[in-house]
Structures are given as C-alpha cells and as structure tokens.
C-alpha cells in the first residue's frame, strides 16, 4: 500500500470513530433531557399545575403556571431531580443576577467582562424572611462563553415576565 492510501484509511477510521462517538454523546443528551422533561410533566401533574410557558435549560426545567401563579423548577443534580415551586404571590422582587469572578485592573483591558462572567441567574426575593432562591440560566462550568447573550436575554425575559405577575406592592421596587 502506497503512504496516501494508509493515511486515507486512518484518517477515515478516525473520522468513523469521533462521528460514532458524537452519535452516542447526542443520543444520551437526547435520554437524559426526555428522562428530565417526563419527570417534569410528572411533577407538574403531581402539584396540579398547567403550564402557560416553560424554559429548557441544559440540566434544569423550569414551568409557569400563570393563573395559578406558580413556577415550578425542575433541576439535575447527580442523575437524580430536585423540584421546587415558587410563589409568585411571595415574590417581592425578581431580577437578573450577574456574578463575575474578581478582575485586576491590569487584567481588565487585556480580556472582554465576558470572560470574567461566572453566572447569569433569575434571582427571587421573597417577602418573607426567606433567603433569596436562584436559578442559574448560565455558568462557566457548564455553558460556553458564546452562550452568553442568548441565555442573557432568555433571563431578562424572565425576570420581565415574571415581574408583571408580582402582587403590586412588590412593583415599588425596580425590577432590573
């Protein structure tokens, strides 16, 4: 065999394996998301709740029940699901939270924010003494830098939307 026709054979089984395993990655995202999302229906039915909007993130669900004024939160955590459900109606204040990673100043003008953004979340105030309840929308663990202004506006949609349901007392406070 001439030098072209090994290299056309490694180069080709090397491309049969990473597509096979790029196969494989996708079918398992594609499980995993519907395992998550027929447990989210499943938890949704559970608390009777119909959902008017729903959000799918890469290891959270999150659903709306507008007239009841109910948002349940569905998360992955250690291919197990936690749930939990918030009441608009003990929300005093819902608003995009950004966290960034601490910057010099040196540092600054050399990278773009961007790269020192460690999370974008929907951040809930209750009216009670409850500690504020997250929902991370972005995390640099997970997402990729160029997911930033998407899940950025997917979160102010949010925070927006949820904010016209609040009671009007909590409308005094600015929202974002």
Aim: proline share 3%; hydrophobic share 45%; with cysteine.
């Amino acid at each position: 065999m001439s030098h072209i026709a090994i290299a056309l054979v490694i180069v080709l089984s090397i491309s049969i394996i990473i597509l096979f395993l790029i196969i494989m990655h996708n079918k398992h995202l594609k499980v995993r998301n519907n395992s998550m999302l027929s447990f989210f229906r499943t938890a949704g039915t559970a608390h009777n709740l119909s959902f008017t909007g729903q959000e799918i993130l890469r290891d959270k669900v999150i659903g709306l029940d507008g007239p009841k004024r109910k948002l349940l939160i569905v998360e992955e955590k250690d291919e197990e699901y936690d749930t939990r459900i918030i009441y608009l109606d003990e929300v005093g204040a819902c608003k995009v939270k950004k966290v960034y990673a601490a910057i010099s100043s040196h540092e600054y003008r050399k990278n773009k924010p961007e790269e020192y953004l460690k999370s974008i979340a929907l951040e809930f105030e209750f009216n009670t003494d409850d500690a504020p309840a997250m929902v991370l929308f972005y995390k640099n663990s997970i997402n990729s830098i160029y997911e930033i202004p998407e899940l950025e506006a997917r979160t102010r949609h949010w925070a927006t939307t949820l904010s016209k349901m609040l009671p009007k007392a909590a409308l005094k406070n600015p929202v974002l």
